[in-house]
């Protein structure tokens, strides 16, 4: 009993530390003074295109990993191929790297002495230092969670009922759309939720390919360094709340809704 009692509470007392402690910093900072600063810092022309690009990047990354990671996850568990220990090997491999490092073998890519920079800078097409680099950034860091959430729930799904279903005459896409998808939604809402937070946060490889200009391929990270350097930090405390209340806003909607669905 006290074994348990003291396993608890070093657990309890780790996640309040490392977790929740500069967390609950970051907001009484932030509303310290009022809610003028934390207005004004918000409503900026620059703060609110920050928020834009930020938004936009996500948009279009949280839907393409989410597909890709399904694909891959039903890939490496479902099929039997040259190279799926290598495919498996590299979904993780942005959870490896630095993000710094992605950015800059972007921005060497990119470039236009780059591999591909050259072909699209002969074509009028901008990559480095404006959206389409964020975007790619953004894509890059996030490859990995939708997958890694998928995979180890198919594999204790199995492919049984795939294979009743196939028996009857069922083709791949309606064994999909009607056995395996819903099979497998609470893993891919899952992987979607660390997606959008990873895409939300990203900072590092942003950072190297953005160019960081404000009011054109500024981020919302990008913005609080901005604050932060420009000695405003009740702006970054406020893009830093909105930021952590968006993930908890998201994470609290899963936990309330999780549980109606499966006893409905």
């Known amino acids: 009993m ?15 530390v490392i977790l ?4 609950a910093v970051i907001f009484y900072r932030t509303f310290e003074h009022g809610l003028e600063p934390v207005w004004a810092a918000l409503s900026d022309p620059l703060t609110i295109h920050a928020f834009e690009v930020t938004l936009i990047a996500t948009a279009i990354a949280v839907p393409l990993n989410t597909v890709f990671g399904v694909l891959c996850a039903l890939a490496i568990v ?5 190279g799926k220990g290598l495919l498996n090997a590299f979904i993780d491999l942005p959870l490896a790297l630095s993000p710094v490092v992605v950015g800059l073998a972007l921005y060497l890519l990119y470039d236009r002495t ?3 920079g050259g072909w699209f800078t002969e074509h009028g ?6 959206l389409p680099a964020i975007v790619l950034a953004t894509i890059f860091v996030s490859v990995p969670f939708v997958a890694r959430e998928v995979i180890p729930t198919l594999r204790e799904l199995g492919s049984e009922q795939e294979q009743a279903a196939a028996t009857l005459g069922a083709t791949r896409w309606q064994r999909f759309w009607r056995i395996t998808l819903p099979s497998i939604r609470w893993a891919v809402i899952y992987g979607v939720v660390l ?12 950072a190297v390919v953005s160019g960081r ?3 054109k391929t500024e981020t919302a990270t990008l913005r609080v360094e901005d604050y932060v350097v420009n000695f405003q930090t009740s702006g970054a405390y406020a893009i830093a709340v909105v930021l952590a209340a968006i993930a908890v806003v998201v994470l609290v909607l899963m936990t ?4 109606q669905e499966e006893t409905a």
């Open 2 to 16: 006290l074994r348990r009692l003291g396993l608890r509470v070093v657990a309890l007392g780790y996640l309040l």
């Open 20 to 23: 929740l402690a500069p967390l």
């Open 78 to 82: 479902r099929r039997r191929f040259r």
């Open 114 to 116: 780059g591999w591909f």
């Open 125 to 130: 097409i901008q990559v480095l230092f404006a």
């Open 195 to 206: 997606t959008t937070a990873r895409c939300l946060g990203e900072y590092g490889a942003v």
């Open 213 to 215: 200009v404000q009011g």
């Open 256 to 259: 309330l809704i999780k549980p």
